[in-house]
């Protein structure tokens, strides 16, 4: 059985890379992708304790759930977040975040 | 509901001045018509308080209510003898000034209705100051007055003269309503009322010093409004309005307020609140504005400024009678001078407008003839004026001159002195104005005033022969049992008929018949002071404004700029800004600066949490 802590490890470098991904990159397509990449990293973690913290070789069910929430969420979150992309990119022709400082200037 | 009558004296007035403001502003006919109506009604209610209706004491009404009663603001009336009698001088006057401003103002293209409303607000306030039971109340009429004033003398406000001269006499009043205010406030600490009725009698168990420093806080009101050395400037200034508003307000009645309020408290606290040393504050001040003023008046040349002069020099012999503790014949004088002082300033209007608005005397000339009648009625008011025996004057003037020598023969003297300058000038501008030919044009096309303007002349004139006698100065004159006193002949009579000579044989050497076309006193050093008004005005302008102002303003200025603009306004603003600078880097618009603060904090919460700090 893989202990608890490996998959910690990957959801928390999963979560870092997507973390990393915003920080560094100007593309919002991609900075949208590595937004779902941490949701992802999250819902392993919560899966992965579903499962160490479940008795009787029963898994806790409710953070499964939980989990599918989550996914459920993220979709939501993709079809408004493409359609709001979709619109900037009509607006703007482009789709760069340090391209977005209207309002500072 | 009747013994509430007396009210109607303050509120008809007004209530013509408020429908000739806002109802009739573009209609003067009605304007005026309102304003003569309200002066006459208040007369006739008038005359029938005089001739015995009585309605009981009005109701006092609480203005605003204090929890400690006596520091609460009534507004009551008084309708005794002294009000009453007072209250026909102004409304008397006032009428016959309302009836005479329709000839005189007649073709003037000023708005009118603003003329009769500023008329008809005045005799709401002289009412209000006449009828008041208690110092706040005369207060509230002081100003009122000095604010219907304000708007008469710059009635004319596009002439720069008119507009600084109301300016000046509205600030000038300003410093003397300021010693008043403190000495009602004193008078309400140290009497415990503000209420002419109560203060009777209290004087006795207070200290001298108070009682002197109220009694002259109290005078520094009168010095302002009855125009006393040294704030008597703004009077001659004042004659820059019109010349009926000079007669009802800067002549007859406004400028005695001061002399009424006066004896008003003379009455009320009594005799013994006037310590020595106020009294002879108000003599010597009295005193000195009449010789003052007299000296000056020889040397004017606008008939107006001659009468202005006048006024401040019997104003002065009025001060001084109440300083001498002879309030009866401080209000004798203020009695009759008001007749014949408004007979002199309407008489000086009507030549004026006869004369096409000219004013310097050495334009007339020869006046007598084109306009008999109207010379007649002012020659009339000269007589009482300088006093002749048997015009009203003349007893008024001899019942001071008994009372100066009685207590205190220096004031006799002067008074003595002043009387004889006072024929001196007065017999200067009608020699200059009435004799000889007519030096100017205007004065050649001079013809006789028309009814509206003759009639007031004519009733004034009676008045000013008649209203000395005992018959009908005892019914008539503004003070609780006065009576004409027994005439003899004595010291002052000599004295007075020798002033009297003595001016009329100088004027009569120096000025002829009127032939002479320039003034033969001019010229000399003593002359152009006298014409320069002593150099008093220059000396305010140029000491009090130009130096002690100034230097105030700048120390003001200074603190303004420096200390509320610089580090008040401007530094906290500035302070601010640089605030929001430094914040609004925080706030730089890229999505991964943002990205990596809250990352960073999520590393900083975990930390926290993980290791337990």
Known sequence: ?105 | MMQNLPWLFLLLPLLAAALDWVLFSKCSKTAATLSILSAAATLALCVAYLAGLNTGAPDVYTWMPVAEERLSLHLGLLTDPLAMRMMLVVTGIGLLVHIFSLGYMKGDTSNLSRYFAGLSIFMFSMSCIVLADNLAMTFIGWEMVGFSSYLLIGHWYHKASAADAAKKAFITNRVGDFGFLIGILLTLGVFGSMNFADMAGKAAGIPAALLTATVLCLFCGAVGKSAQFPLHVWLPDAMEGPTPVSALIHAATMVAAGVYMLVRLQIAMGHAAFTDTACAVIASVGAITAALAALIATQQDDIKRVLAYSTLSQLGYMVMAVGLLAGEAAMFHLYTHAWFKALLFLGAGAVIVCCHHEQNIWKMGGLAKRMPLTVLCFLMGTCALIAIPGFSGFFSKEAILDAALEHCPVFFWVGAGVAALTTFYMTRLCLVAFCGSARAHGAEQAHEAGASMLLPLLILAVMAIISGYGFIADALVPYAGFEAHGFAVGLPFYVSLGSLGLGLVAALLVYGCGKRSSDPLAGNALSAALRERLYIDEFYDKVLIGGVQAIIAHIIEFIDAAIIRGLCVQGSAWLTSRFGLLLSKLQGGSLRAYTFLSGLGLLVLIILLAFNF
């Open chain 1, 1 to 105: 059985m893989i202990p608890l802590a490996h998959y910690l490890i990957l959801s928390g470098l999963l979560f870092s890379i997507g973390l990393a991904g915003i920080i560094i990159r100007k593309n919002i397509l991609v900075v949208f992708m590595c937004l779902e990449l941490m949701l992802t990293a999250a819902n392993i973690s919560l899966v992965a304790f579903s499962r160490a913290q479940g008795t009787a070789g029963l898994p806790v069910y409710d953070v499964q759930i939980l989990s599918l929430f989550v996914t459920g969420i993220a979709a939501a979150e993709v079809a408004i977040g493409l359609a709001l992309i979709v619109a900037l990119f009509r607006a703007r022709k482009t789709v760069e975040s340090t391209a977005l400082n209207t309002l500072k200037d």
